[in-house]
């Protein structure tokens, strides 16, 4: 039997996480490239002074762009293939709910705020001068964003493959992070950056949350949202189960209201759930 690939469960759905690993790879790759060729601006070490978050030069020469472009730049092969990993783990639960728009702005929002935070933590506070790259701020938003809607759902640990729930992992996260903070012994790792990014996401997702939950409490009153929630989670898998003509324009149409109004709730999509079975 001949082996053949299909498209990726998690990314099928996901453009905008696709485009995101494609675009930081593609900046890694020619930085490499520059190297290899002499290339000015592409090569890693002009890519550093142009685009690297240098929180010294952000307030003291204007640098103003680096706390956007920081976060498509990394240290090494490992710092890019963690960080892409985070994309794609904890990024299509996300774009699903919010949609391409609202989701590329919770990313960038969430690693803009935590560049700013290092600069306010790490060298306004602290005073040092340690550049920063990397998409972590970002990936750190994308986690608070699922503590905030999805905090039991599960996910597994790199390298340790561990499973845990949203919610423990992030606690995790958060006291090692203000002990390393807090302490001399955080080594070069950007903690800073974490926290900011993690709260931005956490704040924009809970609250958009809380909005549209107010937004619809005349359609579905909260006591109610549990019974609502398992009716959509069972049309849902009704609806994926057909295709086409197959499926009954009443419940499509019952399916896409309460889809609509508890787009927050931990219900699965019927893409979501074709994409698993795919």
């Known amino acids: 039997m001949a082996l053949t690939l299909g498209p990726d469960p998690r990314l099928q759905y996901s453009p905008v996480c696709k485009i995101l690993i494609l675009l930081n790879v593609l900046v890694f790759v020619l930085g490499m490239l520059g190297d290899m060729l002499g290339l000015p601006i592409l090569n890693n070490r002009d890519q550093l002074n142009l685009f690297a978050l240098f929180p010294s030069a952000v307030v003291k020469e204007g640098m103003f762009w680096t706390p956007f472009t920081y976060m498509f730049l990394h240290g090494g092969l490992m710092h890019l293939v963690f960080n892409m990993m985070g994309i794609y783990l904890l990024g299509p639960d996300l774009e699903q709910t919010f949609g391409r728009r609202k989701f590329t702005l919770l990313y960038l929002l969430s690693g803009w705020l935590g560049g700013i935070g290092f600069i306010f933590i790490s060298y306004i506070l602290q005073g040092q001068l340690t550049p920063c790259v990397g998409a972590s701020g970002a990936i750190f938003g994308l986690l608070g964003g699922i503590v905030a809607l999805y905090p039991k759902r599960i996910y597994v640990i790199l390298p340790l493959m561990i ?28 903690y800073d950056v974490h926290l900011a990014g993690g709260l931005t996401g956490f704040l924009f997702c809970g609250g958009a949350a809380l909005l549209h939950r107010y937004q619809w409490r005349d359609v579905i009153p909260k006591p109610e949202i549990p019974y609502a929630a398992v009716e959509l989670e069972t049309l849902a898998y009704r609806i994926a189960q057909k295709e086409g003509d197959e499926v009954d324009a009443e419940e499509l149409k019952r399916y896409e209201t309460l889809k609509k109004a508890l787009r927050f709730e931990d219900v699965p999509s019927v893409e979501e759930i074709r994409a698993q079975r795919a």
């Open 163 to 190: 499973p845990m729930r949203a919610s423990v992992l992030a606690t995790l996260l958060l006291s090692t992070h203000l002990f390393f903070i807090l302490t001399p012994y955080g080594n070069h790792v950007a």
